[in-house]
């Protein structure tokens, strides 16, 4: 199953964005799907994930402000996006995933997003 996220764009400190990924196939025949981001001369790392139970984990960094979410029958994975801060400025990937969140598939082109102060 192959992913691609989409839904980046340019938003001002405290706007929202919602993120989407798409899924070539059945999400429910991997475990988890996971979002990750990687922010300018920086290396790629975890925001969250939600298994194929619903069952959800988010970095420090995000929790109280980025929502996971799934629509089993449409074979998306959403990250809602509130509150967000310059330092969220990053490009975002979406990818399969173990139920703790490790990343194990090919990875995407990602979709920019860049907050403004």
């Known amino acids: 199953v192959q992913l691609q996220a989409s839904g980046g764009g340019l938003v001002q400190a405290g706007g929202s964005l919602r993120l989407s990924c798409a899924a070539s196939g059945s999400i429910l025949s991997i475990d988890a799907v996971g979002w990750y981001r990687q922010a300018p001369g920086k290396q790629r790392v975890f925001v969250a994930t939600?298994?194929?139970?619903?069952?959800?984990i988010y970095a420090d960094s995000v929790k109280g402000r980025f929502t996971i979410s799934r629509d089993n029958a449409k074979n998306m994975v959403y990250l809602q996006m509130n509150n967000l801060r310059p330092q969220d400025t990053a490009v975002y990937y979406c990818?399969?995933?173990?139920?703790?969140?490790?990343?194990?598939?090919?990875w995407g082109q990602g979709t920019l997003v860049t907050v403004s102060s």
């Open positions: 990818n399969a995933a173990t139920v703790f969140g490790v990343p194990w598939g090919s």
């Open positions: 939600i298994t194929s139970g619903g069952s959800t």
